[in-house]
């Protein structure tokens, strides 16, 4: 199927890591992207990995990324409270259309 | 930057309305889409379109139409509002030059109330 698989909801502690989820389904997909969507905004994109990586790091982000169970993960460190937000991963379809296609997203709760 | 501007951030319309919901990129970017976001659903393709005048259907294209008359312009159209399409509504577009990401780039996004 087309599903992009993540968990609903995390909550964690402010200062400590937090690790969004995902599996997708199509091993050719050749990015994989990370969006974030702030409340009552459109979708912002955080950061994508191209498919012939493992890792990428940016700043306080790292994305993981394991070809060979379909899983990508995000690991945000020194989680804060503006990191509050829903995020979604998503994959490329790289036939004509490049659609993305998107998990159902999950809802990240930084508590004080 | 690039800019994806949507015409209303909330709309509210009645039953059997007709209803345009307006997209203006400024990136000069071949793909445009249209989507729709309910709770645990995520986002859901309506329609998208890779060039002027083309178009085609995303995974739920029921009761919408789209229009590109211009490269920049998007419009995304409820011929009859019913309430089942009370949802917000999210336009992207994103380019088509090989090697780039092809990350696409979302408006603030519209919500409609059908009543």
């Known amino acids: 199927g087309e599903d992009v698989e993540q968990s609903l909801f995390l909550s964690v502690r402010e200062g400590d890591s937090s690790v969004i989820n995902c599996t997708y389904t199509d091993s050719s997909s050749t990015y994989l992207y990370w969006y974030k969507q702030e409340p009552g905004a459109g979708l912002q994109l955080l950061t994508y990995i191209f498919s012939n990586m493992d890792m990428k790091q940016d700043q306080r982000l790292t994305v993981l990324l394991n070809k060979k169970d379909k899983h990508l993960s995000l690991r945000i460190a020194d989680t804060q409270t503006g990191d509050s937000a829903i995020y979604f991963c998503a994959e490329i379809r790289m036939d004509s259309s490049y659609k993305l296609i998107f998990g159902s997203g999950t809802r990240l709760l930084v508590r004080p | 930057d690039v800019k994806v501007t949507q015409s209303s951030r909330y709309l509210v319309k009645r039953t059997g309305e007709k209803v345009f919901l307006e997209c203006v990129q400024d990136?000069?970017?071949?793909?445009m889409f249209w989507y729709r976001q309910d709770p645990g659903l995520g986002l859901r393709l309506i329609y998208f379109s890779y060039d002027v005048k083309m178009k085609e259907k995303g995974d739920i294209p029921e009761g919408y139409s789209v229009s590109r008359e211009k490269k920049e312009r998007f419009s995304l159209i409820l011929e009859s509002a019913s309430t089942n399409q009370t949802s917000m509504y999210l336009c992207a577009s994103s380019p088509t030059k090989k090697g780039q990401p092809y990350e696409q780039y979302f408006g603030p996004g519209t919500r409609l109330t059908v009543t």
């Open positions: 990136m000069d970017h071949e793909n």
